[in-house]
């Protein structure tokens, strides 16, 4: 790729951008005159009978009311009339950007270098005229907004102005025909039809949105303790900084494979970022994520309070500290040698022992002082993840048996412990709450469970040295861990089928909700995943696949495509509960399709690669042969990371809307509410 190509497609960029932005405006400025001109144009009596043909039941009801006590005889005061507002949009016109050259023949310019650099330029660019289009949106909605303030007090004067009576015949034949319900009989007949050939179908549909099927709002539940809904949003919220954060360094890594030299400072190097991205995303993001939607669940199934909201929030503080302080060690290049997610020096890793031990005993007081017998299953697994992440930390940095080779025989155990017994135990036993209730029906089956429970405890543990196969570990040790890598495809099963058998009957809600799609890919990649490991764990298949890219294209299958997915599913399931906003449908759509399609781009053409990448090495090829027939697969590591960073982007946008997102004035309902607090007024001076 060449200057001349990067620039168009930069101009062609910043072209396009400036074109949706001038358009995007244009439309919100023409839509504030309209609203202006129908608002001046519209007579009194039609905009009443406008108003009242959009009227709902409930709403009509509520004016029934008002009327009958003003023709009762009760003196109601007059609402006054607010002033018509009027805007004023500021659109700041774009400096241009200069750039020094230099003049040593252009060929600076052909450095993948200077592109990235002048990539990452437009991105404050484009960033800048997006929060350009979010002003303007802004303050086309609080016009808007004060436009239906305005609407809604001239409703309420309109009501009050005219004949009590006549209105009233008006809303009770509005609320007649709003009333009436087809008896589902006028052609059929009230006989039940014959259908032995099994040619009848009942259709039931809805109209949806133009781009999009219409999903269902979130169900409202019991209320949720303030406190305890303010601790676990600010979990949730820094889990999604640092899944930002940290996917974000990801992507700049990715880059790197394809431009190795886009930099050039130390801390920047690739060793020093690598740890950074993943232990940020593992101890950040989905460790923050995971206790947030734990500290909803262990209290509800037990039918109780949290034990403690103030060891909560130290949790999360002591946690947060280790990850950040843990980075910035990272980036200065103090580590622990090198070992694979335990990269943090021990004081680092210290506080986040601290903060798990502190959710351990804060889960185990909830959990004793329960008020249901039994001890549901999601606290099983919740529970136990924290004791074995305590257990993983306390065996992987205590030195007294990390020499020679009782230090790889370690690494083995921690890394493959911290993904199968605290990240999977814990969003497992998430599942096994969220996604019964999604569903509104009981998990299939308990007893499967339970199964999964203890087969993967006794599984799990032993399968670690299973990625050092062939090494001076000893050869039983390394039997024992490809044995257990077999068996763990009992608790892989018996999980697999409890989830899809509890789906089972309820297939027709998934069109319908937007955190089922979530748990059915987390499912899937949970059996597929989970099974790609048990085969990698061969000896025959160790030799074509590891220490090449399958591993990291693996990594990214399960932590990501089990991990993640389920723990989106969660969040769009529960947030909603707690704030009474949802996020708009179609980004939380683009954010699910982008991480699918996204992680799908990563980990299929890596898997394909890596494979020949192992028949190449086996061939005695030169290693730097594999290293050059690797580009182009890396290049779809770039565009699948780029694509599920962008969705990570939209699901921080999602997160946003649904804390902060702004409630639809309705014109009829405002009107009600002002002639309520009238009718109020006038009682008290009566």
């Given at each position: 790729m060449n200057l001349t190509s990067v620039m168009l497609w930069a101009c062609f960029l910043i072209l396009l951008t400036v074109l949706v932005a001038a358009f995007f405006i244009y439309n919100k400025i023409k839509l504030a005159k309209d609203l202006l001109k129908n608002g001046s144009a519209q007579e009194p009596e039609s905009r009443l009978q406008q108003q009242l043909n959009t009227l709902s039941s409930s709403q009509i009801e509520a004016f029934q009311k008002h009327l009958d006590k003003k023709i009762a005889g009760v003196k109601i005061t007059k609402p006054g009339l607010l002033s018509l507002g009027t805007i004023i949009f500021f659109i700041f016109s774009s400096q241009d950007g200069f750039a020094q050259?230099?003049?040593?023949?252009?060929?600076?310019?052909t450095e993948s270098g200077v592109i990235i650099t002048l990539v990452l330029i437009l991105i404050p660019i484009l960033a800048g005229i997006w929060l350009m289009i979010v002003k303007v949106n802004n303050l086309f909605r609080q016009y808007q907004d004060k436009q239906k303030m305005q609407e809604a007090d001239e409703l309420a004067a309109l009501m009050d102005q005219s004949e009590p009576s006549a209105l009233q015949r008006v809303l009770i034949k509005r609320k007649k025909a709003l009333d009436y319900t087809l008896t589902n009989y006028e052609l059929s007949g009230a006989i039940a039809a014959e259908d032995d050939k099994g040619l009848l179908h009942q259709i039931q549909s809805e109209p949806g949105l133009p781009v999009v099927s219409l999903k269902k709002r979130a169900l409202k539940r019991p209320g949720v303790d303030p406190a305890l809904s303010k601790l676990i949003l600010w979990y949730l919220g820094m889990a999604t900084f640092w899944l930002l954060f940290g996917t974000t360094v990801g992507e700049y890594l990715g880059i790197k494979f394809v431009a190795p030299d886009a930099d050039h400072q130390s801390w920047l190097s690739f060793g020093r970022l690598r740890p950074v991205h993943t232990n940020a995303v593992f101890w950040g993001w989905a460790s923050l994520g995971m206790i947030g939607l734990g500290l909803y669940v262990v209290p509800r199934v037990g039918n109780g309070p949290l034990a403690s909201i103030k060891m909560g929030w130290y949790s999360l503080w002591l946690i947060n500290a280790a990850v950040v302080i843990g980075s910035l060690c990272l980036m200065a290049g103090i580590n622990n040698g090198g070992g694979e997610y335990r990269e943090y020096i021990w004081p680092v890793m210290l506080l986040f022992g601290v903060g798990v031990i502190l959710i351990l005993i804060n889960f185990l007081q909830t959990v004793a002082k329960r008020k249901t017998k039994e001890i549901y299953i999601s606290n099983w697994y919740i529970i136990a993840a924290v004791i074995f992440a305590?257990?993983?930390?306390v065996v992987a940095y205590v030195p007294w048996w990390q020499d020679g080779l009782g230090e790889t025989i370690i690494q083995g155990y921690y890394m493959h412990q911290g993904v199968g017994m605290w990240f999977m135990l814990f969003t497992l036993g998430?599942?096994?709450?969220?996604?019964?209730?999604?569903?509104?029906?009981?998990?299939?089956?308990?007893?499967?469970?339970?199964l999964a429970f203890w087969t993967q405890i006794l599984f799990y543990t032993l399968i670690g040295t299973h990625h050092f196969v062939f090494s001076s570990i000893p050869w039983w040790l390394q039997t024992v861990a490809i044995l257990g890598s077999m068996g763990m495809v009992i608790p892989v099963a018996a999980g697999t089928t409890n989830f899809i058998m509890t789906f089972k009957g309820a297939w027709h809600k998934v069109p319908s909700s937007y955190t089922l799609p979530f748990f059915i890919v987390g499912v899937i990649f949970y059996f597929t995943g989970s099974l790609q490991g048990t085969a990698e764990a061969f000896r025959t298949t160790n030799l074509v696949w590891h220490f090449t890219d399958f591993t990291v294209a693996h990594s990214h299958l399960t932590m990501y495509g089990i991990i993640c997915f389920f723990l989106w599913a969660g969040i769009y399931a529960l947030v909603p509960r707690l704030t009474g906003k949802e996020a708009p449908q179609i980004t939380v759509g683009a954010h699910f399709w982008l991480a699918l399609i996204g992680l799908l781009f990563y980990t299929v053409p890596l898997m394909y690669g890596s494979t020949l990448k192992g028949l190449m090495w086996m061939d005695g090829k030169p290693f730097i042969d594999s290293v050059v027939f690797m580009a182009p697969y890396w290049l779809w590591r770039a565009i699948g990371g780029s694509l599920m960073w962008l969705s990570h982007l939209f699901f921080a946008y999602n997160f946003y809307k649904m804390l902060k997102g702004s409630q639809r004035i309705d014109v009829a309902d405002l009107a009600i509410e002002k002639l309520n607090q009238s009718n109020a007024s006038a009682e008290i001076k009566l």
């Open positions: 050259t230099t003049s040593n023949g252009g060929s600076i310019w305590i257990v993983i930390c998430i599942v096994y709450y969220f996604l019964p209730q999604q569903l509104n029906k009981p998990i299939y089956s308990y007893s499967l469970g339970i």
